[in-house]
């Protein structure tokens, strides 16, 4: 099996987003129960291929290679400052094991450095959903605009899916 990318991740989800823009200017309702049914596809593909992912990156890391260090309080205020995300401890990969036997020669600003990374992936990516959120409410409010009974049916069965979009709708 190929390895998977994130990007091609990406790339799925591009393509839907796409896909859902066609559906949204269709005006012939077999047309568009069609691109509903694609659409559709196209998002379990996309989890299914997500889930692939994950379960590929927890193969390739293992749970056996992963140390959690506790912040400090002052720790945990630079880093708040810093980033606007609040962290109690961080998890830090550690497949060799080296960084758990030499923790407790560890300097506490090393462990605030790879906190500090740790919460900027954490606010890269809630901005990045944020963005993904917004484009999708804006092209399925494209689609429910058409008037289309069927194509909002459809639509509606798959907001009703947990799954639709990667779970995205039914984050809070």
Same mark, same amino acid.
């Given at each position: 099996?190929?390895?998977?990318t994130a990007d091609q991740l990406m790339q799925k989800a591009t393509q839907?987003?796409?896909?859902?823009a066609v559906a949204?200017?269709?005006?012939?309702?077999e047309r568009a129960k069609a691109l509903s049914e694609q659409l559709a *596809? #196209?998002? !379990?593909?996309?989890?299914?291929?997500? @889930? %692939?992912?994950?379960?590929?990156?927890?193969?390739?890391?293992?749970?056996a290679g992963r140390l959690e260090v506790v912040l400090t309080a002052d720790q945990r205020?630079?880093?708040?400052?810093?980033?606007?995300?609040?962290?109690?401890?961080?998890v830090i990969e550690d497949e060799a094991g080296a960084l758990n036997q030499t923790m407790p020669q560890q300097r506490p600003?090393?462990?605030?450095?790879?906190a500090t990374e740790e *919460? #900027?992936? !954490?606010?890269?990516?809630?901005?990045? @959903? %944020?963005v993904v959120r917004a484009r999708l409410d804006e092209a399925m409010a494209d689609i429910e605009a058409q008037g289309n009974a069927e194509l909002s049916e459809q639509l509606q069965?798959?907001?009703?899916?947990?799954?639709?979009?990667?779970?995205?709708?039914?984050?809070?």
């Open positions: 099996m190929s390895q998977i839907i987003q796409k896909l859902m949204a200017q269709e005006s012939d309702p *596809a #196209e998002g !379990r593909a996309l989890e299914e291929l997500g @889930e %692939k992912y994950r379960q590929q990156e927890t193969k390739r890391r293992g749970s205020k630079r880093i708040l400052q810093k980033t606007g995300i609040a962290m109690e401890t961080v600003e090393h462990i605030e450095k790879l *919460a #900027e992936r !954490r606010k890269t990516a809630a901005e990045a @959903e %944020k069965r798959l907001k009703d899916d947990p799954n639709f979009a990667g779970g995205l709708l039914k984050k809070k």
